[in-house]
């Protein structure tokens, strides 16, 4: 009988444990910042099938981190393998945008036979409430890590009393 080369099968299947968190964690996220589900992903080829590089359409999705103080609210996103250059912060109508472009790095030798890393456009948005001054966000990047700080101001009343006059 002639030796056969066995190859190793290796199927990364989709953790229900980490896969619930993470559908929470969005939950919880589009309830605290408003809006209709913002960060609820929209299920893939790659969850269906348990095949993260199956997906090639927005598979990168940024892990975030979004903490409240009095004072400020902080979101920290982390961006392995990418530079202040491929990301891209937007705000238009209290709506916060977290965009870039993660880029294949294969190396060409070798045979490549599992990619769960993740490559291509991303975007994540975000409502931001009524108390977060807008003109005084800022976002610095170090080490692969974005820290976006939105400081908070009182609420304003857009209430107000319109005088009638006459002709």
Do not use: C
């Amino acid at each position: 009988m002639p030796d056969e080369k066995q190859t190793a099968q290796i199927s990364p299947a989709a953790n229900p444990l980490t896969d619930n968190f993470r559908r929470e964690m969005d939950s919880l996220m589009s309830r605290f910042f408003g809006g209709s589900s913002p960060f609820f992903p929209i299920e893939t080829a790659a969850q269906r099938t348990g095949f993260p590089s199956l997906d090639m359409t927005e598979a990168v999705s940024p892990a975030i981190d979004v903490n409240e103080t009095d004072a400020s609210i902080e979101l920290t996103a982390e961006l392995p393998g990418l530079s202040e250059d491929d990301v891209e912060i937007e705000l238009s109508d209290r709506r916060l945008t977290l965009r870039g472009q993660k880029n294949v790095t294969h190396d060409d030798g070798g045979d490549l036979r599992i990619s769960e890393r993740s490559y291509g456009r991303f975007a994540r948005t975000m409502t931001l409430p009524e108390t977060v001054d807008v003109e005084a966000i800022r976002a610095e990047f170090e080490k692969g890590v974005l820290h976006i700080t939105m400081p908070k101001t009182e609420p304003k009343d857009p209430s107000r009393k319109i005088k009638v006059s006459t002709k």
